[in-house]
């Protein structure tokens, strides 16, 4: 692993995560950030996955947790609420090969194939599955622990305070 793999890692996580925040109506103010935690988190799970050698489970779980402690931090920079940049960053880690190879085999199993390789497919379609439904789930807990942990701190960020 090189730095340049790391920047083109991070830079594509970035793209892909303002593509996500601009069709699901994240405020433009709030595009670079969104971008920022996407590289971040991206580039954590890379990184986690290539020099640690953690699965990818366990590793997406971590970044979802850099992306959901950033974001409840950034927050009141960008003044828009936590999951709006949070969200949009964690879609590019979404296991897109797994979803893919799991159909690909669904689709094998229900072809006319002999009995080995129905077994064999049907063992792909459910470690797929298996895979893909773990790293999002864990995904989702990993970013809501700290909008959980920090109480109304995201909450507050979008409220102006009032002077009594």
């Known amino acids: 692993m090189s730095v340049p793999d790391l920047f083109q890692d991070g830079f594509f996580a970035a793209v892909a995560a303002i593509g996500f925040g601009s069709i699901s109506n994240v405020p433009v103010k709030a595009f670079s950030g969104c971008a920022l935690l996407a590289a971040v988190g991206h580039v954590t799970r890379f990184v986690l996955m290539d020099c640690v050698s953690w699965s990818i489970v366990l590793a997406s779980f971590v970044a979802s947790l850099v992306i959901g402690i950033a974001s409840?931090?950034?927050?009141?920079?960008?003044?828009?609420?936590?999951?709006?940049?949070?969200?949009?960053?964690?879609?590019?880690?979404?296991?897109?090969?797994?979803?893919?190879?799991?159909?690909?085999?669904?689709?094998?199993?229900?072809?006319?194939?002999?009995?080995?390789?129905?077994?064999?497919?049907?063992?792909?379609?459910?470690?797929?599955?298996?895979?893909?439904?773990?790293?999002?789930?864990?995904?989702?807990?990993?970013?809501?622990?700290?909008?959980?942990?920090?109480?109304?701190?995201?909450?507050?960020?979008?409220?102006?305070?009032?002077?009594?």
């Not at 409840?72 to 999951?83: F, G, L």
């Not at 940049?85 to 296991?95: D, G, N, Q, R, V």
């Not at 497919?121 to 990993?142: F, P, Q, S």
């Open 72 to 164: 409840v931090s950034c927050a009141k920079w960008w003044r828009c609420p936590a999951e709006s940049l949070s969200f949009p960053a964690l879609l590019p880690m979404i296991p897109g090969m797994y979803a893919y190879r799991m159909m690909e085999s669904l689709v094998r199993c229900l072809t006319d194939i002999p009995e080995e390789e129905f077994h064999h497919y049907n063992y792909l379609l459910c470690y797929n599955c298996m895979m893909c439904l773990a790293i999002i789930i864990v995904l989702v807990i990993g970013v809501t622990i700290p909008l959980f942990l920090f109480g109304n701190a995201p909450y507050e960020v979008t409220r102006r305070k009032r002077c009594r």
